[in-house]
């Protein structure tokens, strides 16, 4: 069973490489994608790394260590909540 990884506090340059690189040293890494703005394609500064074997000894060994001049938060990703949309209630005016 595999465990997605979410790090966090990424600088702006670092690749699904660098990440595929750095966690590859403690498991198999199946894979590993930087988040990306969808309008500008930049990044959004975490990434979402999924791990086959090895990810609680990577979380420990990354978890607040330098990478690439910032400090990661790395952690076991959890579900994100998917929030529905406010209505739309129609404005009302007052009458004075």
Do not use: H
Request: glycine share 10%.
């Amino acid at each position: 069973m595999s465990t997605k990884l979410y790090v966090g506090n990424l600088p702006p340059g670092t690749t699904d490489d660098d990440l595929t690189e750095l966690f590859a040293k403690f498991g198999t890494v199946a894979t590993a994608g930087v988040v990306v703005d969808k309008n500008t394609g930049r990044s959004r500064g975490f990434a979402l790394v999924e791990m086959s074997d090895g990810a609680d000894v990577a979380i420990r060994a990354t978890n607040g260590v330098a990478f690439q001049g910032r400090t990661m938060m790395v952690s076991e990703a959890t579900q994100r909540v998917i929030r529905p949309l406010a209505t739309a209630v129609p404005l009302v005016a007052r009458r004075s």
